[in-house]
């Protein structure tokens, strides 16, 4: 008989964030006036499980004449953009990430420039109009940390749209241990490869340039689309592991490449930014640990200071299991929700 759990268990947060008066539209509204404090605390991360270091915030833009900015808070609206809200980071102009969809973004400015750090990541050169934030974390008792995004870009190009296919804006989310000589990981890659998202790794049938992993590709937008770019991705998931207790240094970063023409933008979800913990490897058939028919296991959740313990079993609560270890004897995908005496 085939079983097969998974085990982990995701630590519970609490989200809040700033409230914006937004009115009824068919597209996206933004926000450029969020300090980096509220985007990244209150809206990216918004848990008290994961610790972000006081001092070590910071978003660096663009600052345009008319006072908008280059990254700052994104709401769905009424529209049906997969996001329902979260921070934007772009290589162009915050206000031309909303639709319609009916130009060409192509923001840039000579004193904008790129990053290192991203060329160093993807293997690339002559970067230019870089947004970045960065920030230093903590998580007390995860060993693996996980945000979800969408990745945009003027550079999917439709049919009619003027342009090759021979530019890609690059984008990264950089981690390593603070204060570390090491190299930065790039976590926006492909899942189970090393091959970082781009236009030119993750592009859709029915666009100008040829199809590659169009199974992670969202659409090319029309003209009514709820953003300004010509195409996005699916929502994707960057994910690694991390030591628990160790302070590390996450750096996000976007730029367009070869020249400051054909905008793109990253959407992080608000309040994705999450740690995990693994309980335990899958059980499967066939590597000698998978449960044999009429036995049991015990999934052993017990983590200190844990004041409450809620299991699931396939996306649905146990009803009456609130103790630190469950009793299985049927295959599934198991979790538990752990809340601790502080809040987290």
């Not at 007390?140 to 804006?169: H, M, V």
């Not at 790039?186 to 970082?196: D, H």
């Not at 790794?201 to 029915?206: A, D, E, L, S, W």
Request: hydrophobic fraction near 30%; aromatic fraction near 12%; charge should be negative.
């Amino acid at each position: 008989m085939k079983q097969n759990f998974t085990l982990k268990f995701f630590i519970l947060f609490c989200f809040t964030y700033f409230p914006t008066q937004f009115s009824s539209a068919q597209y996206i509204k933004v926000e450029s006036s969020y300090t980096a404090e509220q985007l990244i605390k209150d809206i990216f991360v918004g848990s008290n499980c994961i610790e972000v270091i006081d001092g070590s915030i910071r978003i660096q833009g663009w600052s345009f004449d008319d006072g908008d900015k280059s990254y700052g808070y994104f709401d769905k609206g009424t529209s049906s953009f997969p996001l329902e809200n979260g921070i934007l980071l772009s290589s162009g102009k915050l206000k031309d990430a909303p639709g319609p969809n009916n130009g060409i973004s192509s923001r840039t400015d000579n004193d904008w420039k790129g990053d290192q750090d991203l060329e160093n990541a993807l293997n690339v050169s002559n970067t230019t109009n870089a947004t970045i934030l960065e920030f230093d974390f903590i998580s007390p008792e995860s060993n693996k940390i996980s945000f979800d995004y969408l990745f945009a870009s003027e550079q999917y190009l439709r049919t009619t749209d003027a342009g090759n296919c021979g530019y890609t804006d690059g984008f990264a989310f950089l981690i390593k241990k603070t204060g570390s000589a090491d190299a930065y990981k790039n976590l926006a890659v492909l899942p189970n490869t090393s091959t970082p998202v781009s236009v030119n790794t993750v592009y859709g049938n029915g666009g100008k340039c040829t199809p590659i992993n169009p199974q992670y590709f969202g659409q090319f937008n029309p003209t009514n689309s709820p953003i300004g770019f010509n195409g996005q991705t699916k929502v994707l998931t960057a994910t690694t592991a991390i030591i628990p207790g160790e302070k590390y240094h996450l750096k996000i970063v976007i730029a367009d490449q070869g020249n400051g023409l054909y905008d793109s933008g990253v959407f992080l979800k608000a309040g994705s930014f999450v740690g995990t913990k693994s309980l335990g490897n899958d059980l499967l058939v066939g590597d000698g640990t998978a449960l044999c028919k009429g036995s049991t296991h015990i999934i052993d959740a017990t983590t200190t200071n844990a004041q409450n313990y809620k299991w699931h079993k396939d996306g649905v609560e146990i009803l009456g299991e609130t103790s630190s270890q469950l009793t299985v004897n049927d295959e599934g995908f198991y979790e538990v929700e752990i809340t601790q005496i502080s809040g987290c």
